[in-house]
């Protein structure tokens, strides 16, 4: 009798998963087609209205239940990145205006503790009232905007926070790649702490401004605890200064953690895994034209083979043509470092190469 009763309870327990993951699976299907319908916009009017209804309805779902854990796979055109401890997840995309500069949003789904339950917060993206490489600590209300690809959960004494690798494409001649660091206050999330430490400087986030042509990396490494990343220089002396005209420059550096902090530790030595590891790409079908998933062997490339990557590098990032970029990177690099002279990391506020939400042909120095 005890046997059937756990059987009972087990196919029980069983249908209302089932149930749960065909109504999510329902919602996916509607949240692919506003998605679709989003980024078949022409003009930022008619991109504005089809956003919102997505907004509403992606807010709808993901304060379902079971939400945290249901994959998202077809929405490919949006992050929907997860914290390794499974507590909180991010659902962050892009829209890309007509002048080609990019609005951006954000929902943080986060496991509340003291009440047993998940909390949804947002990121406003309000980069046109904000200074343009934010110095302090943000309010979710005054986000700069971009896309996140990777969540890094730390702690600092008894409080939870998140390291954060995202990237900005910030004007037609520059993208940007970050570190943040992301906390909470009440259901409030907050943006920024001074946990950087970089050759006597504490800064509380860091940004890596480099040429559009260029590929940066900027990645963890779980088995060293480190963030590394290529370092950056102008691609001659005269443009030193002139950040759209900075790329990879085959030196790493890394910001590695310890007490508490990322210290930044430069030229440090990358290093590659198990080479019988494997890792899957997506290559282009020379018949169809159509990307195909592949796995190949992760091995060490030598520095002089190059790799034409389709833009934007991280997944959630519109490509308003659907077209392969020129932009080109190396496989070897490893995300690129802050550069030897502190401006470079800093960004000094009338040396900044155009704002991503001005118009493209505007900038200033």
Request: aromatic share 12%; net charge positive.
């Amino acid at each position: 009798m005890r046997k059937l009763l756990i059987i009972s309870a087990f196919l029980f327990t069983s249908h209302l998963f089932s149930q749960v993951d065909t109504l999510l699976a329902s919602r996916e299907r509607q949240l692919l087609f506003l998605l679709k319908d989003l980024r078949s916009a022409t003009t930022d009017s008619e991109k504005e209205v089809k956003n919102l209804l997505y907004k509403e309805y992606l807010l709808e779902t993901i304060k379902m239940k079971d939400v945290m854990e249901y994959p998202f796979s077809q929405l490919t055109s949006m992050g929907s990145i997860m914290s390794e401890d499974k507590k909180i997840r991010l659902f962050n995309w892009n829209v890309e205006q007509e002048d080609q500069t990019q609005k951006y949003y954000c929902y943080i789904l986060r496991f509340d503790r003291k009440k047993n339950t998940y909390l949804v917060s947002e990121l406003v993206d309000n980069s046109f009232m904000i200074s343009e490489r934010p110095e302090g600590v943000l309010d979710g209300k005054d986000w700069y905007g971009a896309l996140y690809y990777k969540i890094i959960p730390i702690s600092k004494g008894n409080k939870e926070m998140y390291t954060l690798l995202g990237l900005d494409m910030n004007t037609t001649l520059s993208n940007i790649k970050l570190i943040d660091v992301l906390t909470f206050s009440g259901n409030n999330p907050k943006l920024g702490s001074p946990i950087f430490k970089n050759k006597g400087e504490t800064l509380k986030r860091v940004f890596f401004e480099h040429s559009k042509k260029a590929y940066m990396s900027l990645r963890y490494e779980v088995k060293y605890n480190r963030i590394i990343f290529d370092h950056l220089s102008p691609e001659s002396p005269s443009m030193e200064g002139y950040y759209c005209y900075y790329v990879p420059d085959f030196i790493y550096d890394a910001y590695v953690f310890e007490k508490d902090k990322w210290v930044l530790q430069e030229d440090v030595i990358g290093i590659n895994e198990k080479e019988d590891e494997k890792v899957t790409i997506y290559v282009q079908n020379v018949k169809t034209g159509k990307l195909e998933r592949k796995e190949v062997k992760d091995k060490w490339i030598a520095p002089s083979e190059t790799h034409s990557s389709k833009v934007p590098d991280q997944p959630g990032v519109d490509n308003k043509n659907g077209t392969t970029s020129k932009k080109t990177f190396n496989l070897t690099k490893i995300f690129s470092r802050t550069p030897k002279s502190p401006e470079h990391s800093m960004y000094p506020q009338d040396e900044m190469n155009g704002r991503k939400h001005r118009k493209k042909d505007h900038q200033s120095h």
